[in-house]
């Protein structure tokens, strides 16, 4: 009996075999590539798609897609920190306004409750108007003991345009905006004074900064 094989031409033969290897190779290679992005995915997804508490936020409302932040908006850097932001008029925003301070309050608190990750949250107050501070609210919402800047809209009218646009854009214009170290606007948070809505504040964001380190810098 003639062995099968022996009618196979020699060339035909080698050009099977490495192709069953270059197969493998791929093969292997795509697992590795997976094996390694794997935290990467599973970051993103949990981002921008899992939400906590079967299928929602505790209290923020995600964007998707995140709204890049140009960073000709603000003299302020933003780029590699978490970023609490709110856009106020500085003329309506006087110590007695409460929903002006509750905004700034809750800012300061949901910060000084992130502990020692802190220091990866920064606060910006979007000065609108561009007029004075209220003395005793700049006392009361400093940098040094609030970890509070201020910043004024750009003087340029496109870009002003482009930031009112951003700011606003969604409706979350005077809801607290959270910026991710990208940076871009990738949740926004009511004001409010309720504690059970605080600590639903504070888990949202204990749960991004546990999951997300990419692209900071301390």
């Not at 079967?54 to 923020?60: D, F, R, S, V």
């Not at 509750?102 to 020692?116: D, P, S, Y």
């Not at 940076?183 to 504040?201: D, G, I, L, Q």
Request: with cysteine.
């Amino acid at each position: 009996m003639i062995d099968k094989e022996l009618l196979i031409p020699a060339s035909q033969m080698d050009s099977s075999a490495i192709n069953a290897r270059t197969r493998r190779g791929r093969i292997q290679m795509l697992l590795l590539l997976l094996a390694c992005a794997s935290p990467v995915i599973a970051s993103y997804f949990a981002y921008y798609v899992i939400k906590p508490a079967g299928g929602k936020t505790n209290l923020g409302t995600l964007v998707y897609p995140a709204q890049e932040f140009n960073p000709a908006w603000s003299t302020v850097p933003v780029q590699g920190k978490w970023t609490l932001l709110i856009a106020r008029p500085a003329g309506e925003c006087q110590i007695k306004d409460e929903k002006c301070i509750e905004a700034l309050f809750l800012m300061r608190q949901t910060r000084t409750a992130m502990g020692r990750e802190s220091k990866r949250v920064q606060l910006l107050w979007v000065n609108t108007d561009s007029k004075p501070v209220d003395p005793e609210v700049q006392k009361a919402y400093d940098e040094i003991n609030a970890g509070l800047q201020v910043i004024t809209m750009p003087v340029d009218p496109q870009l002003r345009a482009d930031f009112e646009g951003w700011l606003n854009k969604e409706g979350a214009g005077q809801q607290i905006q959270l910026i991710d170290p990208s940076p871009a606007k990738m949740m926004y948070f009511p004001v409010t004074n309720s504690p059970k809505e605080f600590a639903a504040m504070k888990k949202d964001l204990e749960k991004l900064l546990k999951l997300n380190h990419k692209g900071e810098s301390l």
